[in-house]
């Protein structure tokens, strides 16, 4: 379920006092609240905290060590068109059989030798850039294996007030109230406005934000025991997959 921009707009100005109840909102009004509205899901996607959507994709390795993540005007094509906030896990996969690898970074990789050798990768390591990043494997996976990365994925932005936010129904008070909160700037009280009121405004848009917090505060890693002979339960050992649900905070 995504959650219409317009209503926020409508009723995050309708709050500050710019509007009355049902009236729309003028060009120049709805465009700055679109221009606020996009700073602030810009906002929480820096702080991924605020994020409920998870990143999950995947690609087939091409025999190469080196994977490009996210699509850029006039850059080069990339294995997958979206790039990561966050990396948590990848995995490298064939059939049914699921190899887990250890994550690294780009100085992580500099440090290994030879970076020749084909096989199974065991490590990954991620070259964070905005807009467009790289992830290397070692060893170098050979072709018709599927590469899997799971993390954290950015909000995304809307382009005008007929768009649709990429959000739960369940993060539409935050967004009518905290939109509300940024634009009293924009548009000053009048003198018979009722201070208790936009003290309210205030409450119920840090008290909305925090649920969220709470909420996502709540999505954790959940290991799953492996059924490999010898491995986890199964043999007595401690080892199994880690399945991604959500969000490390």
């Known amino acids: 379920m995504t959650v219409k921009a317009l209503d926020v707009i409508t009723d995050a100005l309708s709050l500050v006092g710019f509007t009355s109840f049902g009236e729309a909102p003028e060009a120049e009004a709805s465009a700055l609240a679109v221009r606020t509205l996009n700073r602030m899901l ?3 996607s820096t702080k991924s905290v605020y994020s409920p959507a998870q990143y999950d994709q995947s690609c087939p390795s091409n025999g190469t060590a080196s994977y490009l993540l996210g699509d850029v005007d006039g850059g080069p094509t990339p294995d997958i068109s979206t790039s990561p906030k966050a990396i948590m896990q990848v995995t490298i996969e064939q059939g049914i059989v699921v190899w887990p690898t250890s994550l690294g970074t780009l100085a992580d990789w500099h440090k290994i030798m030879p970076k020749t050798i084909q096989g199974v990768p065991s490590s990954a390591f991620w ?12 060893p170098i996976p050979v072709a018709n294996m599927t590469v899997r990365i799971v993390g954290i994925q950015d909000i995304a932005t809307i382009r005008n007030a007929q768009s649709e936010i990429l959000l739960p129904a369940d993060y539409e008070e ?11 700037p924009h548009f000053p009280p009048s003198a018979d406005a009722n201070p208790a009121a936009l003290e309210e405004i205030r409450f119920i848009a840090n008290s909305s934000l925090s649920g969220i917090k709470r909420r996502n505060a709540n999505m954790r890693e959940m290991r799953v025991l492996s059924d490999f002979p010898g491995v986890g339960n199964a043999g007595g050992g401690n080892d199994g997959y880690l399945n991604w649900r959500g969000r490390a905070v």
């Open 127 to 138: 070259d964070y850039q905005q807009g467009q990043s790289r992830l290397y494997l070692w």
């Open 42 to 44: 810009l906002e929480w």
């Open 174 to 184: 935050a967004l009518v109230y905290n939109l509300a909160k940024r634009l009293m």
